[in-house]
């Protein structure tokens, strides 16, 4: 078919490069390039509506030919995609994206400048080593020994893998047996579920409790509270690892001292795994515990988890490392080294260079100081309009409570939206009518549950000033929804 730029008929085509831009570009198509008759009524000619109706039956039958495992199948369409269909629909263009936590700005000029160069090396050019490149792992165990309090051994207590996410894949895949129980707090980060799943683990949901006030004050993300009763009934003989994350994505809540060595308690008591999940560690507001520094006891039953691409903002590196005990280290590399071989050679030699000058480009100190006066940035619309918010003690997220928004009677939401909770109704309704995406946390719950967080919406600001400014100008046309 030969396609020309034309005044005829307008098509919208999704950038790539750029989540929630949308092009419209005008094509006009030569009838004498189409196989049949583009005109008369109905508009597509009979023939093409054979062709689509016997494709769609032979692929009806391919699928029901090749059904689909249950790990994969049946599951609800899941959040991102729904604020794709959003964004893509909505006649406020371009959306301001607040949903997905990518940065929007490139990592510092020392790091882009080591990815450059380690490109022009001939070994950063080929497989690494299973357990990460030598230079990683000595600059993380450097980096890592004094806040556990003692020297790491970079061969046998540091493993890199493919990201964050296959690194604690790699951690249930080395130790989670079908039946095997894992414990998470909800809310919870939504690739823990599958990757759980994924080896036959069973989950058991402790919830954070949000403050009861939530709806009529601003508060801490400290307010986000544990029953710790209700966590120590969750623990029993088929319990085989439990799962923290601090700084917490959503809440932003980084967990004292206090709640750790609780935690720790509950989990040498049953001898449960630790698998702490650090992605965060280095932006935080408050004082910040390692579970693991607490007690050389839960240093050895306990697996960190962290992210080069989140500390240098290079999400899309694919560079994560665990760090922990020879004894648990190693079934985790053996679980990576069958589920990816190796990760990254040239950008594992970018984030060495990058853990190894931090500190002498005062990196660490000015991500903090930048990130902090981010949120303080965004969330004077919150206050100007009264809405109530969770103030993050640590990470990139904000929640805000959308209680006294009022959504118009009778609004059309799609079918797979109305029937979800209020807060995907609100994260559409935001995108179609102010053009701004924001993630409705209780995607990250269980339906049990889901009732916690339907007022809640999560909105990250790691993106530039302007985005942010223009997200809050467009935020307050939310006035006139207010009940």
């Known amino acids: 078919m030969n396609v020309n730029l034309a005044n005829s008929t307008t098509v919208a085509v999704r950038s790539v490069s750029r989540p929630f831009t949308i092009t419209r570009y005008s094509v006009s198509i030569s009838n004498k390039s189409l196989p049949f008759r583009a005109r008369g009524s109905p508009p597509w000619p009979s023939q093409f509506q054979i062709h689509c109706r016997r494709t769609m039956s032979s692929t009806a039958a391919l699928e029901a030919k090749f059904a689909p495992a249950k790990r994969v199948a049946g599951q609800k369409q899941d959040v991102w995609s729904i604020v794709n269909e959003a964004a893509a629909a909505s006649p406020v263009q371009p959306i301001v994206n607040m949903g997905q936590g990518f940065f929007g700005y490139n990592p510092p000029q ?34 890592y020994s004094p806040f556990f309090g003692r020297r790491l051994d970079p061969e046998t207590e540091v493993t890199i893998t493919t990201g964050a996410n296959e690194g604690m894949l790699s951690a249930f895949m080395g130790f989670i047996e079908p039946g095997d129980e894992v414990i998470i707090f909800e809310p919870f980060f939504d690739q823990y579920i599958s990757n759980i799943e994924m080896p036959g683990g069973t989950i ?27 966590l120590e009934k969750t623990f029993n003989s088929k319990t085989k690892m439990i799962v923290l994350n601090s700084p917490h994505n959503p809440v932003g809540k980084v967990f004292s001292k206090d709640e750790l060595q609780r935690i720790g308690d509950l ?38 988890v962290g992210s080069a691409g989140k500390n240098f903002y290079a999400t899309g590196w694919r560079v994560g490392y665990l760090i922990g005990p ?66 993050p003690e640590g990470g990139y997220f904000v929640l805000a409570n959308l209680s006294k928004v009022k959504l118009p ?11 979800r909770p209020r807060d995907f109704k609100i994260s559409w309704f935001l995108i179609m009518e102010l053009g701004v995406a924001a993630i409705p946390p209780t995607e990250f719950y269980t339906d049990e549950r889901a009732h916690l967080a339907e007022d809640w919406m999560r909105f990250a600001v790691c993106k530039n000033d302007d985005v942010l400014d223009d997200a809050k100008e467009r935020l307050r046309g939310l006035k006139k929804y207010f009940a």
């Open 409 to 419: 009677e009778g609004y059309s939401f799609p079918d797979h939206v109305k029937d």
């Open 110 to 143: 020392f790091i882009l400048d080591a990815a450059k160069g380690a490109l022009d090396r001939v070994e950063c050019n080929q497989y690494s080593p299973t357990k990460g490149r030598p230079r990683l792992k000595k600059a993380l165990a450097d980096a």
């Open 326 to 391: 020879p004894h648990l280290i190693k079934y985790v590399a053996a679980a990576h080294t069958r589920i990816c071989y190796s990760s990254v050679s040239p950008l594992q030699e970018a984030a060495a260079i990058g853990f190894e000058q931090a500190d002498k480009e005062g990196f660490w100190d000015q991500a903090v100081t930048d990130m902090k006066a981010k949120v303080d940035r965004f969330t004077q619309v919150f206050d100007e309009l009264d809405i109530p918010y969770s103030i």
């Open 204 to 230: 058991r949901y402790v919830p954070l409790h949000p403050p009861k006030d939530g709806a009529q004050r601003t508060s801490s993300a400290a307010n986000w509270s544990i029953d710790f009763e209700e």
């Open 267 to 304: 989990a040498l008591k049953h001898n449960v795994i630790i698998l702490s999940d650090e992605v965060y560690d280095r932006l935080y507001y408050v004082p910040f515990t390692r579970i693991a520094a607490l007690s050389p006891e839960l240093a050895n039953i306990t697996l960190t």
